[in-house]
């Protein structure tokens, strides 16, 4: 059983950078597909990024990508997102989850989730 916890989140102004961790416990982090995701008020969660088990592949959603960074450290069992260039519309709980389907970039097949870290971009 993976435990995932986020850090990293806050406040920050638009056009600014933020980097996101997800610190992994309980499992061989180097088993494990990891990928971001995030929810805004009343909106549904969507996916953000995702990264294979190796960290040689990623995926991001058109939203971000150019903007965001997804990668990991398997040595320290740590998944990050470097997110620059915020905006507004960015503002969401973020949330990083794993996943031992080889398929790592299907947003489907996610069965660890973190508790979430907050991210508040103002314009």
């Known amino acids: 059983q993976v435990q995932l916890v986020e850090s990293g989140g806050g406040l920050v102004q638009a056009g600014g950078s933020l980097r996101l961790s997800c610190a992994a416990s309980?499992?061989?982090?180097?088993?494990?597909?990891m990928g971001w995701f995030r929810q805004a008020p009343g909106k549904e969660r969507e996916f953000v990024a995702a990264i294979s088990r190796s960290g040689a592949n990623t995926n991001y959603a058109d939203s971000v990508k150019g903007r965001f960074t997804i990668s990991r450290d398997n040595a320290k069992s740590t998944g990050y997102l470097q997110m620059n260039s915020l905006k507004p519309e960015d503002t969401a709980v973020y949330y990083c989850a794993a996943t031992t389907a080889i398929t790592y970039w299907s947003p489907t097949v996610y069965n660890y989730w973190g508790q979430g870290t907050q991210v508040t971009v103002s314009s």
């Open positions: 309980g499992g061989t982090s180097s088993r494990y597909g």
